[in-house]
C-alpha cells in the first residue's frame, strides 16, 4: 500500500508491505524499516522495530492524523489531491487487526462516499469501514467472519468520479 502524507509542510511518500506477519514501512524509497504488530486497540498500536518495543497512540480529527510516541506529538495530513488529479483512498482497510463481522457491499455494487461498506470488531469495538468516495465495488476480499489484519485491503472500489 502506498500514500502520501504531508508533515510540517512538505510531502512524503509512505509504502507500507506486509510480508507474513511482519510489515516493511519505508519513507521516500529509503530502507524500509520492520515492524512486528505486537497488539492494537482502536486507537493505540504496539509494535517492534530494530528490537525497540514502541507504542503509539493515534487519534484523527477533521483530516488530521495526531500520533503520540514517547511523550512527542505528531500531526500528519493525508496529502491533499492535486488541481488537476484526484488522489484518493480506493481501498477500505481495516485500522486494526480484528474480525469481519459484516460485508454490507458485494462486487458491482454503486456506493457513496461515507457509505458503510464493512464493519470490524476488535477488542469487543465494531468499527464501521466507509467509502471515502462515490465508485463501484471492483473486489471483495474476504467474507463475513474472515480474520483481517491491519491496513489489508478488504474492498477495493473503483473510482466513480
Known amino acids: 500500500?502506498?500514500?502520501?502524507?504531508?508533515?510540517?509542510?512538505?510531502?512524503?511518500?509512505?509504502?507500507?508491505?506486509?510480508q507474513g506477519h511482519?510489515?516493511?514501512?519505508?519513507?521516500?524509497?529509503?530502507?524500509?524499516l520492520t515492524v512486528e504488530l505486537l497488539g492494537s486497540t482502536p486507537n493505540c498500536f504496539s509494535f517492534?522495530?530494530?528490537?525497540?518495543?514502541i507504542t503509539t497512540y493515534i487519534t484523527?480529527?477533521?483530516?488530521?492524523?495526531?500520533?503520540?510516541v514517547d511523550g512527542k506529538s505528531f500531526?500528519?495530513?493525508l496529502e491533499k489531491a492535486k488541481s488537476t488529479q484526484r488522489t484518493v483512498s480506493t481501498q477500505i482497510v481495516s485500522p486494526m487487526p480484528g474480525t469481519l463481522v459484516k460485508l454490507l457491499v458485494a462486487q458491482g455494487d454503486k456506493?457513496?462516499?461515507?457509505?458503510?461498506?464493512?464493519?470490524?470488531?476488535a477488542?469487543?469495538?465494531?468499527n464501521e469501514l466507509k467509502a471515502s468516495v462515490d465508485g463501484v465495488v471492483k473486489r471483495v476480499n474476504?467474507?463475513?467472519?474472515?480474520?483481517?489484519?491491519?491496513?489489508?485491503?478488504?474492498?477495493?472500489?473503483?473510482?466513480g468520479n
Open 22 to 32: 511482519l510489515y516493511l514501512v519505508s519513507i521516500e524509497n529509503n530502507k524500509p
Open 142 to 159: 474476504f467474507a463475513e467472519g474472515a480474520q483481517v489484519d491491519t491496513l489489508q485491503p478488504i474492498v477495493e472500489l473503483e473510482d
Open 1 to 18: 500500500m502506498e500514500c502520501r502524507f504531508v508533515y510540517l509542510g512538505k510531502s512524503y511518500k509512505v509504502n507500507v508491505d506486509r
Open 111 to 121: 456506493v457513496e462516499a461515507g457509505q458503510t461498506l464493512a464493519i470490524v470488531e
Open 60 to 68: 484523527q480529527e477533521d483530516g488530521k492524523t495526531y500520533v503520540f
Open 123 to 126: 477488542m469487543k469495538m465494531e
Open 75 to 77: 500531526v500528519f495530513e
Open 48 to 53: 517492534t522495530t530494530d528490537g525497540k518495543m
